[in-house]
């Protein structure tokens, strides 16, 4: 799969938990709700897992995934030096 249609897929489910989010803010009993919320945050999970593996990481938690990418380093007192 290709970089844009990978975001571009990313970007819908996160649309789609944000609404849920929204959802559960007026309706935080409705178990279907809850569900959904969950099952669509351990497929993005697995999305942005699969993006930072294939090209970079899209975030700080996502960059431990291959190594090679060193966000904590840096001339900053509270980075990390490498």
């Given at each position: 799969?290709?970089?844009?249609?990978?975001?571009?897929d990313?970007?819908?489910?996160?649309?789609a938990?944000?609404?849920?989010?929204?959802?559960?803010?007026?309706?935080?009993?409705?178990q279907?709700?809850?569900?959904?919320?969950?099952y669509?945050?351990k497929?993005?999970?697995?999305?942005m897992?699969?993006?930072?593996?294939?090209?970079?990481?899209?975030?700080?938690?996502?960059?431990?995934?291959?190594?090679?990418?060193?966000?904590?380093?840096?001339?900053?007192?509270?980075?990390?030096?490498?």
């Open positions: 799969m290709d970089r844009k249609r990978m975001l571009n990313i970007g819908i489910v996160d649309f938990l944000v609404e849920l989010m929204l959802f559960l803010d007026t309706h935080p009993d409705n279907e709700a809850i569900d959904y919320f969950n669509y945050a497929v993005k999970a697995k999305m897992q699969e993006y930072s593996t294939t090209f970079e990481p899209l975030t700080k938690e996502y960059a431990a995934v291959n190594n090679k990418w060193k966000w904590n380093c840096g001339p900053l007192p509270w980075e990390g030096v490498c």
